[in-house]
């Protein structure tokens, strides 16, 4: 295996903290500068308690009694493993988390949309509905990139990418626990570009595409470390051909098409996340060494920058007050940064929806099992105790 190591690349809480918060009980600590392994890891470190953010949203009190920076090691970090389609993304990407004791999420798919909190599938509505708003997948999009719905799934699948990356955050600032993502909502952009070279989305919605990431990105903090599995075109297509329909006869992963997607990746992606992220290559024409991976990322020593260099900018906060702000953005208001993202494109016929069409989708979508209340609320679906609730989700 050959390797290459390119190293590229609210505030409402201070007024009252200053008077409210107490003196912190440990020194503020920072990002901490390089990522360990299990082999180089103290065997008796514990990670202090985590919040328990999904079940008490983290806000104004709760930053009153509970610092952030004290639950940060050497591995509080967010790495993002990205690379062509079949390049053995999630198997690479289990086994570094593994390796270096984060979590690891998986990418992101149109499930997060279509299975709600009971476990009911949205897609069975599909009858009842008109075709605008009816189920599109991935599966569907392979099938048919052509499809009227395909670019409303590309902005739907930018949404729960964004999603997937602020509840990143929250994990990553709420435990200590870094995060290893198949995948990311950086990424995305490459799938939205490679559609609209070959005409299955306008480039009028590629405009809107942009705003929206313009409107919901700047908002993040961007990943540490990206490391991208390079897989030539001809090893993705066999690799594609042994994959069961609609793989491998799917428009949209034809040689033409796989090879404009790499270029994106490699002339677009690639260079304008390395301004600020680490980033590691590796030819993953035969699978290589997770092990010598870790190895190459123990080298890197994250806080090589001056205050003033973009590279891990977005990680250099200097007062606990600031991390407890950054802390409730991603933790409590989640809803507000995708909300962001929507911009009106009533000019844009392929991303807007009838009427009449949108009516007889509210209707159904909302009578589904499990969605007609609040999560927690629906009686029908074994929810209990609902009178005692004061929020949604418990």
């Excluded at 967010?78 to 198997?91: F, H, M, N, R």
């Excluded at 409107?215 to 594609?240: A, F, N």
């Excluded at 507000?336 to 929806?353: D, F, K, N, Q, T």
Aim: net charge neutral; with cysteine.
């Amino acid at each position: 295996m050959s390797v290459s190591l390119v190293r590229g690349g609210t505030r409402f809480l201070q007024k009252a903290g200053r008077q409210l918060l107490p003196a912190p009980v440990v020194p503020l600590r920072p990002q901490v500068a390089g990522i360990v392994g299990k082999a180089l890891r103290d065997k008796d470190y514990k990670r202090p308690v985590p919040f328990p953010y999904k079940k008490n949203p983290y806000g104004f009190f709760s930053a009153m009694v509970d610092w952030t920076t004290h639950r940060f090691d050497q591995n509080s970090k967010i790495l993002v493993v990205d690379g062509p389609l079949a390049a053995g993304k999630t198997k690479f990407a289990k086994e570094l988390a593994e390796e270096l004791d984060m979590m690891y999420m998986p990418e992101a798919n149109m499930d997060m949309v279509y299975i709600n909190a009971y476990g009911y599938n949205m897609r069975q509505l599909d009858p009842q509905l008109p075709d605008s708003c009816k189920s599109f997948d991935e599966k569907d999009f392979l099938a048919c990139p052509s499809h009227p719905n395909a670019p409303k799934f590309q902005f739907d699948m930018l949404r729960i990418r964004l999603e997937q990356y602020v509840d990143a955050l929250a994990h990553v600032l709420n435990t200590g626990q870094g995060v290893v993502m198949d995948r990311s909502v950086y990424s995305d952009l490459v799938f939205m570009e490679t559609m609209v070279q070959f005409g299955f989305m306008s480039k009028e919605a590629r405009m809107v595409y942009y705003e929206s990431r313009a409107r919901s990105l700047p908002v993040l903090m961007r990943p540490h470390l990206v490391i991208y599995l390079d897989v030539p075109v001809k090893e993705v297509l066999r690799r594609v051909a042994a994959r069961p329909p609609p793989y491998p006869n799917s428009p949209f992963l034809k040689p033409e098409v796989l090879a404009h997607m790499e270029h994106v990746y490699k002339q677009q992606y690639l260079k304008e996340i390395s301004t600020h992220a680490e980033l590691l290559i590796y030819d993953w024409s035969e699978t290589g060494d997770v092990e010598v991976v870790v190895e190459d990322i123990e080298r890197i020593n994250f806080d090589d920058f001056g205050p003033y260099d973009p590279k891990m900018k977005d990680w250099r906060i200097e007062k606990e007050l600031d991390w407890c702000s950054v802390r409730i953005k991603y933790s409590k208001y989640k809803h507000r940064i995708v909300h962001s993202m929507r911009v009106p494109a009533y000019s844009v016929g392929e991303l807007v929806i009838d009427a009449e069409d949108y009516n007889t989708f509210k209707n159904v979508w909302w009578s589904a099992p499990g969605m007609e209340y609040e999560e927690g609320f629906n009686a029908d679906q074994g929810d209990q105790f609902i009178m005692l609730k004061t929020r949604a989700g418990v």
